[in-house]
């Protein structure tokens, strides 16, 4: 009897040595990894690329990541040859107005489920698979983020800072903002606000030159503390440098513009790095005028008849169009205002306080998706380095919005967001518009279904 208790005592650990001896099992079948091998990555936080990199997808993740026979190809996985192509993360958009334009049109009356679709959809065709939507969301914006989290509705992951906040009477003139005219309104309307959940809250401090109210820095400032109090963070639209840094003391985490009057000075600088303020710089949004008058190289891009108007194209492209933009009395100070907001660039960056890419793109002209690679074309003539330009549409982004442990940079165990290219951005920024594909949680996007309004994937 006691002999075979203690056979029966051993019993336990003869299992666990059992079981310790069986080969170690592979996270998932080899048909659902996928290894693209022989690309450059450009990975989001590395000084330098990986040549000739092999990377590793299990389901929407990446597995690993690295110089190819750094680590072993799993047997039986899919092999892509990417052999010449470069890859860099899926991009962010901070700063967009998704579904109002029509044509050469913006209203509140276009606004419904279907153009947020749309517009969804020309944001992942170019690879720019997050945008925050900055200030007038009603309920065709609920609708559609209840359908990417219920998994029905597709294109760019979209955030929402819901309805924003101005001066009564004040910018912008759009009947769907907040205005209080108290403190204590302000803080009962930022309370409705809170019970929406937004990401963010935004707020417009810009009287247009004078021709409209200030926004009382004393009421704004009750918009912020009562955010915090829901811990709800507020971005801010200004013009005015003096603007800007009330702004900043007040608690503002971010501006969604570039300061446009004067240069930026030391308190500015010192202000937003003390207060870790993020600068969506917006360049492609003040450029528009001017880069019409011009005579816009990217007007050649390919996406762009697959995804908008012929009309508008024509229109945009026309000499009679550009003309008359050259001559309209506006334009030498659009001009001068650009040149203030590229030197402000050059000095928020060089003081290393973070840019994140923002655009005004879904605005009339301002194409949704190709406006985010614009960006990162004027961020580099600004002074930004290539790497610097595309951080700022990814990591830094990604980090703003607080999703940077799973998104904005390509890493083992990070989701499999990436855009695949046909050259190289590092040695020519625009190169980033040259792109093969575009694979979002792991799967390669089929992007002629979103050029004709389906957001499909293989």
């Excluded at 080899?30 to 990975?43: H, L, N, P, Y």
Aim: charged residues 20%; hydrophobic residues 40%.
């Amino acid at each position: 009897m006691k002999l075979r208790n203690s056979h029966l005592s051993l019993l336990p650990v003869i299992l666990l040595l059992l079981v310790s001896c069986q080969p170690a099992q592979p996270p998932g079948p080899a048909s659902q990894i996928t290894v693209i091998e022989g690309a450059t990555v450009i990975d989001g936080v590395s000084e330098a690329p990986i040549e000739d990199a092999v990377l590793v997808i299990s389901g929407d993740t990446i597995r690993d990541i690295g110089k190819r026979g750094s680590f072993p190809i799993p047997a039986g996985a899919r092999i892509v040859d990417a052999a010449g192509k470069v890859i860099l993360p899926g991009m962010f958009g901070l700063h967009g107005h998704v579904g109002r334009t029509e044509g050469m049109e913006s209203s509140e009356e276009n606004f419904n489920r279907e153009r947020v679709q749309r517009d969804a959809n020309a944001y992942l065709y170019y690879g720019v698979t997050h945008v925050l939507s900055l200030g007038h969301d009603r309920e065709p914006m609920a609708d559609f983020l209840a359908g990417q989290r219920a998994g029905s509705a597709g294109g760019a992951r979209l955030y929402t800072a819901g309805l924003g906040f101005g001066a009564q009477g004040g910018w912008p003139r759009n009947p769907y903002v907040n205005r209080p005219t108290t403190p204590e309104e302000a803080r009962a309307m930022v309370q409705k606000e809170a019970a929406k959940h937004p990401r963010v809250l935004k707020i417009w401090a810009d009287n247009r030159l004078g021709e409209l109210p200030d926004f009382s820095p004393e009421i704004y400032g009750a918009v912020i503390e009562e955010a915090r109090r829901h811990n709800l963070r507020v971005v801010a639209h200004a013009f005015y440098l003096e603007d800007a840094k009330e702004l900043i003391r007040r608690g503002v985490v971010a501006l969604a513009h570039s300061v446009l009057d004067k240069e930026v000075d030391e308190e500015f600088l010192t202000l937003a790095k003390e207060n870790r303020i993020t600068q969506v710089t917006t360049l492609a949004g003040h450029h528009v005028n001017i880069s019409y008058a011009d005579g816009p190289a990217f007007l050649d891009d390919p996406g762009l008849p697959l995804l908008f108007p012929a009309t508008v194209l024509a229109t945009v492209g026309s000499q009679e169009y550009r003309e008359k933009l050259a001559g309209n009395p506006n334009m030498p100070r659009w001009r001068r205002e650009y040149e203030i907001a590229a030197k402000n660039t050059a000095k928020v960056a060089a003081a290393g306080i973070p840019i994140a890419v923002g655009t005004d793109s879904g605005l009339p002209l301002r194409f949704p998706g190709l406006w985010e690679h614009r960006e990162m074309e004027l961020l580099v003539q600004a002074g930004l380095t290539p790497m610097e330009a595309i951080q700022a549409a990814t990591i830094n982004a990604a980090r703003f919005l607080g999703v940077d442990n799973r998104y904005g940079t390509l890493a083992p165990g990070k989701v499999a967001d990436f855009i695949v290219l046909h050259a190289d951005p590092l040695a020519d920024i625009t190169n980033s518009r040259k792109i093969d594909a575009v694979w979002m949680n792991g799967k390669l996007v089929d992007r002629a279904a979103l050029a004709s309004g389906s957001a499909a994937a293989e």
